[in-house]
């Protein structure tokens, strides 16, 4: 069985690296990754901030990030 994920390049789970949401999160699209940190599980997760209000900020694992249903690298329309 394959999985679902694409490779993805270290770089784009990086800080500053730019994302897009695929749907409306907290209001926004694109979102910057602004801090990254371990979960007890040792898993990474990154703190999203969207670009267009920097109050808001959310807290996404990196295989949410990978799921191409959620998440897209870059800034798209």
Known sequence: MQSRHRHFSK?????????TSTSNLAGWKHYRITARRRSESGKLELEMMAVCDRSVRV????????DPDHWKPGWLD
Do not use: D, E, P, Y
């Open 59 to 66: 807290w996404v694992s990196r295989a949410s990030l990978r």
């Open 11 to 19: 770089k784009l789970f990086l800080i500053n690296s730019n994302w």
